[in-house]
Each structure stands twice: as C-alpha cells, then as structure tokens.
C-alpha cells in the first residue's frame, strides 16, 4: 500500500516494501517506480483505501511470493463488500424495534 493525500493506495504486490512516487494528476494518482507508472487510481474518491484486486494477482518474484489467492470466505466477503450500504428509514428499524420488545 502507498499513502497520497491521507488515502491509501493498493500497489503491484511485487513492489512490497519499496519506494514508490507518488504523483497527483488531473483526475488521478499515479504511482511510478523507475519512471514507470506502476499503479492508477482515481483521486479524490470517498474511500480512505483504493483497492485494484489486479495488484495482488501474478507469480511470484524472486523477492516476493505471490499472495495467496482468496478461498470461499474470502471470495464471500468481497461480493458483500462490494454490494454497497442498503438505505432504510428509520420508521423501519423502529417497526423492528417495536416486535423486539
């Protein structure tokens, strides 16, 4: 991960533990390593963590091992974090609330 701007950034997981530039653009956060954009995310998002799963896919290197890749549970996860957050109205939780007692 590489922090820009109070946010954290998902970086090629071949890149663990290096120095990576970060540079803010039009729009974007670039991550570069050697002068080579290694990582674009959007900038400015609400999310405090921008997470391309593609970062943590490929083989390994000789200095990294490749992560493990997710099994059930972690696939389960994912598909609900990726659902978004349901809106109700709070007569709703109060009908709940009210069968509760």
Do not use: W
Not at 42 to 47: D, I, N, V
Not at 76 to 89: F, N, T
């Amino acid at each position: 991960m590489a922090i820009f701007e109070g946010r954290h950034y998902s970086v090629p997981f071949r890149f663990f533990r290096q120095d990576v530039e970060g540079r803010g653009v039009s729009g974007r956060v670039l991550f570069l390593k050697n002068c080579e954009v290694v990582a674009d995310h959007p900038r400015g998002t609400e999310a405090l963590v921008v997470i391309d799963p593609a970062h943590f896919e490929g083989p390994s290197t000789s200095r990294v091992l490749a992560p493990l890749p997710l099994g059930r549970m972690g696939r389960k996860l994912q598909e609900i974090a990726s659902a978004g957050v349901q809106h109700r109205s709070f007569d709703l939780y109060a009908l709940v609330a009210e069968v509760a007692r």
